[in-house]
């Protein structure tokens, strides 16, 4: 009996201690649960924000193969496209260099843009807006003219800086045939004496019997130029022609094709029967064929509004030689846009700005 209760008074205590040593490692097991609760969220942060910053990092990456790209678009596990650390390194230190195309090819003809000019408050943006877009096009030689009485030191700077191949002229309309207040004498249209200075300086610079194969283009600095449109004109053999947006008061103009691809009229509203009843811009001409005509130029005096391109056209070919571009004369690719008169109201007389700050 006295065993039995002593061997009780053992297992007693025994279970004190266990139940003691229980309690102890209660805080232990707690502490470690409640510094995973505090870790787990903020790793799993600080993964998503790691993920998210090297995202676009690892979209721009391309290997050379293009494996990447392929996996990501077969939806494969995110391991099996993810960059190494040096990948990563050689990304960021990308350096994104523009570079035109090759400045001459020998297989390709030379396309002369042809661009009269004058001073104004937008002519700067206009021109700059225009060398932006003839930078794309290989094999291009601009010639702009000025109307002024000397080529001026913001044009000479402007082509100096495109890096274009450029010849740079300049004549001055005489005084009474200039815009007088909101009046234009309408003998002689803006541009058609820079236009036949250009002609000129072809002919006196090219011999007719030369084998440099070359296009003529009129390109107003103030119209929208499709890169597409070069390359069109470019295989033109002697007068090629295609629509022109925003002109005679309809959305297009454009020449009637029919389905053999000869040009056999015109759709437009304004004086459908003019000769050639096309705007400046629908037209390139063969350099070989300005260059054995050597009376086609854009008459002066006794032409009518709009019968400025006949008059070089009629000298040049008849209507049946004209050859479609632009899909048989369905695609828009040049629009005869203007740019808003800015308003500087608050300039002044004097000027508020200075004018010594070229705009």
């Not at 236009?195 to 283009?217: D, M």
């Not at 009129?218 to 295609?242: C, G, I, P, Q």
Request: aromatic share 8%; glycine share 6%; hydrophobic share 40%.
């Amino acid at each position: 009996m006295c065993s039995a209760v002593l061997s009780l008074g053992f297992s007693l205590s025994g279970n004190e201690e266990l139940w003691v040593q229980s309690v102890l490692e209660m805080p232990k097991r707690r502490d470690i649960l409640a510094i995973v609760l505090i870790v787990l969220p903020w790793t799993l942060l600080i993964t998503v924000w790691h993920q998210s910053t090297i995202a676009p990092l690892l979209a721009v990456h391309k290997d050379d193969g293009g494996d990447s790209q392929r996996d990501l678009a077969a939806g494969l596990d995110s391991k099996e496209y993810c960059l190494s650390e040096r990948d990563i390194v050689e990304v960021v230190r990308t350096e994104y260099v523009y570079t035109r195309p090759p400045p001459w090819s020998d297989t390709l003809p030379t396309i002369h843009v042809i661009t009269p000019t004058y001073s104004r408050p937008v002519q700067k943006a206009e021109l700059t807006r225009l060398a932006n877009t003839l930078l794309h096009v290989p094999n291009l030689h601009w010639i702009l003219v000025e109307d002024s009485q000397r080529r001026t030191p913001l044009i000479t700077r402007l082509l100096r800086d495109t890096g274009l191949n450029y010849t740079h002229l300049n004549v001055e309309t005489p005084r009474n045939y200039k815009l007088r207040g909101d009046m234009r004498d309408p003998r002689i249209p803006r541009g058609t004496m820079q236009r036949n200075l250009a002609l000129r300086w072809l002919r006196e610079t090219f011999n007719k019997n030369s084998s440099q194969p070359g296009i003529v283009y009129f390109a107003d600095d103030d119209n929208t130029y499709s890169l597409e449109l070069f390359e069109e004109m470019r295989s033109t053999r002697k007068v090629s022609v295609w629509p022109v947006a925003f002109v005679g008061g309809l959305r297009y103009e454009s020449p009637r094709v029919n389905a053999a691809g000869k040009v056999y009229g015109w759709k437009t509203v304004f004086d459908p029967h003019r000769p050639f009843a096309i705007d400046m811009a629908g037209f390139a001409v063969n350099l070989r064929l300005i260059l054995h005509r050597p009376q086609a130029y854009f008459k002066l005096r006794g032409v009518k509004g709009g019968y400025q391109e006949s008059s070089l056209l009629r000298e040049l070919v008849t209507l049946g030689d004209l050859e479609p571009k632009a899909a048989n004369c369905t695609k828009i690719l040049v629009w005869h846009t203007r740019t808003e008169k800015p308003v500087l109201v608050n300039e002044g007389k004097k000027g508020f700005t200075d004018p010594n700050v070229e705009i």
